[in-house]
C-alpha cells in the first residue's frame, strides 16, 4: 500500500523531512527509521523519510557515494513498506529522477541544481512530490522560477526547501525572511535545520559543521512559522559515511522535537 503524504497536517503540526545524509547500509537506515517513525507518531508529526540513494556533490573522488544505486533505492523501498512513510531521496539528473521515481515517493533536487531546467522538468513529469532545495547562491524570490517550471511541466505537487546563503566561502546564514516570502508562491516551505550549519570548501575537502546550532535554527523556523522541517540525523555521526560533522545524533531527536511541538502549539495561538 502507497503511504499518504501529508504536508499539511490536520493538527497543523510541522512535519519533517529526517533521515541519515545517505544510504550507508541497511541497518542504519531501518535503525533510524524505526526510531525516527516512533517518535513521529508519539508527537504527531507526519514524517517523509529522507536519505540520499547517492551522493555526487563531494569535494574529493576519494569521499563515499553509496552502495550502488539499485541496492540503495531497495532499501529506501523497504523503509516505505516496513514502516508506511513516503521516502524522498535526491537527484542529479534528468535520467536519475525518471529512474529514482520508480522507488520513491518524494524527489529532491539539491540546491546547487535548483536553476537547472532539464531536471526540474523532469522531476515534475513524473507526477511525484518535488522538493526543491534553495541554491545558497540565490534570493528566496528567485525560487518562483523554479516553482513555475514544475508547474508549467503539469505538477503542482511542490515544496521548496531553505537550506542557508552563502556567507562568505566557509559560512552560511539563515534569512528567515526567505520562509514568508517563498510561503507567497502557495508551497509548503520547509527549513533544513542541519544543511544549514555547514562549513563547506574546507581545506581538508571534507566538510564541517556546527551542530550544536541546530536547535537554535529548528527553534527560529518553526517560531516565523516553516511549514516544516528537514533534520540529517544518525545513531553514529563521528562515524558517519557522509556529512557527520552537521548531523544530529538520534538520540537527541526526540527531545529535541517535544520542545519544538510545544513551541509551535504556541505560535499556532498567535
Not at 9 to 30: D, K, R
Not at 58 to 85: C, N, P, Q, Y
Not at 184 to 200: G, M
Request: net charge negative.
Amino acid at each position: 500500500m502507497q503511504p499518504t503524504l501529508f504536508v499539511n497536517n490536520p493538527t497543523n503540526n510541522f512535519f519533517l523531512i529526517a533521515g541519515p545524509c545517505v544510504v550507508e547500509s541497511e541497518t542504519v537506515v531501518l535503525q533510524t527509521a524505526e526510531e525516527i517513525t516512533r517518535i513521529c507518531k508519539h508527537l504527531h508529526i507526519s514524517l517523509i523519510f529522507k536519505s540520499s540513494y547517492r551522493k555526487a556533490n563531494r569535494s574529493r573522488i576519494d569521499s563515499f557515494t553509496g552502495i550502488g544505486d539499485e541496492a540503495a533505492l531497495k532499501i529506501l523501498v523497504k523503509v516505505r513498506e516496513t514502516f508506511g512513510v513516503p521516502v524522498v531521496t535526491d537527484v542529479h539528473t534528468a535520467q536519475e529522477a525518471t529512474t529514482a521515481a520508480e522507488y520513491v515517493d518524494v524527489l529532491q533536487i539539491p540546491a546547487f541544481l535548483c536553476r537547472q531546467t532539464d531536471i526540474l522538468v523532469a522531476a515534475a513529469q513524473t507526477g511525484k512530490v518535488v522538493n526543491v532545495k534553495k541554491g545558497q547562491f540565490l534570493s528566496p524570490e528567485a525560487m518562483r522560477f523554479a516553482v513555475e517550471k514544475i508547474q508549467q511541466s503539469g505538477n503542482n505537487n511542490i515544496i521548496l526547501t531553505d537550506r542557508g546563503t552563502m556567507f562568505g566561502y566557509q559560512d552560511l546564514i539563515v534569512d528567515y525572511r526567505a520562509i514568508p516570502v517563498m510561503q507567497a508562491f502557495n508551497v509548503p516551505v520547509v527549513l533544513d535545520c542541519t544543511h544549514s550549519l555547514q562549513q563547506p570548501n574546507q581545506a581538508s575537502g571534507i566538510t564541517g559543521g556546527n551542530p550544536q546550532m541546530i536547535e537554535t535554527i529548528a527553534r527560529a523556523g518553526i517560531a516565523v512559522g516553516a511549514d516544516g522541517l528537514f533534520l540529517e540525523t544518525h545513531p553514529d555521526p563521528t562515524n558517519a559515511k557522509s556529512d557527520g560533522a552537521n548531523m544530529l545524533s538520534l538520540n537527541l531527536l526526540e527531545p529535541l522535537l517535544e520542545k519544538l511541538v510545544a513551541l509551535r502549539q504556541v505560535v499556532n495561538k498567535w
